[in-house]
């Protein structure tokens, strides 16, 4: 079972920064929150992930909130390929990927 | 180049048919996986192999037979399909097991059951 909570949906417009959050209220000290996306018709995609302190890469920023009980998932300059299923996940490193229902984001022009 | 590749794109096919799905992965990877992502849009986690053993199987039915002939290859056998096997596939690899290790997906198999 998925150990997170995401809003079914955001809108964002292209551009802009979407924040798109993930509350994770029971994770325990070891445990890393990943961030996967999947655009339609297509497989997952890794975005990023990170223990407790804040990450960034080339796709997106990671800020986790000091308690880690909630993290946001930051795209910088959403544009319309952005458009995606948005999966927070949140596991130990031997655990296997347990996807929930995701946050369907829809960049708009 | 793909790094992880699965044919057929596309499978429709009779109930009670047997069929194969195919999967390659050219990243080197030790552990490859089968996903299934059923109507509702839930993607779930059927088996894990790691170096060609068996690591899960999630009480995905015995009609369903994974076989992996060497650590690039993972393949899906479906016996008796039946209406509710009607889903996309996907495959996906990482250099180890579990979530530490990012996993890369393929583009998916939709199978079609009539």
């Known amino acids: 079972d998925a150990k997170t909570t995401q809003p079914p949906s955001m809108d964002c417009a292209e551009g802009r920064a979407a924040n798109l959050p993930c509350n994770h209220s029971t994770i325990s000290g070891n445990e890393y929150v990943y961030w996967y996306r999947q655009i339609h018709s297509q497989g997952p995609q890794y975005i990023i992930h990170?223990?407790?302190n804040n990450e960034t890469n080339e796709m997106a920023s990671l800020i986790i909130t000091e308690d880690r009980k909630s993290s946001t998932l930051i795209l910088p300059h959403a544009t319309l390929r952005d458009t995606a299923v948005y999966y927070c996940i949140v596991g130990g490193g031997s655990e296997k990927l347990v996807f929930g229902k995701g946050m369907k984001l829809t960049v708009n022009p | 180049d793909t790094a992880v590749s699965q044919t057929p794109k596309y499978l429709v096919t009779q109930m009670g048919n047997d069929k194969s799905i195919k999967c390659e992965q050219n990243?080197?990877?030790?552990?490859m996986y089968w996903y299934k992502q059923d109507s509702k849009k839930f993607l779930k986690i059927m088996f894990s192999y790691n170096n060609k053993e068996l690591i899960i199987n999630e009480t995905v039915p015995n009609r369903f037979s994974p076989k992996s002939p060497d650590k690039a290859h993972l393949n899906l056998h479906i016996n008796s399909l039946e209406l509710g096997d009607s889903a996309v596939y996907f495959c996906a690899s990482s250099q180890n097991e579990g979530l530490t290790d990012t996993q890369y997906f393929g583009p998916g198999t939709r199978l079609t059951v009539l």
């Open positions: 990243l080197g990877h030790d552990t």
């Open positions: 990170g223990l407790k």
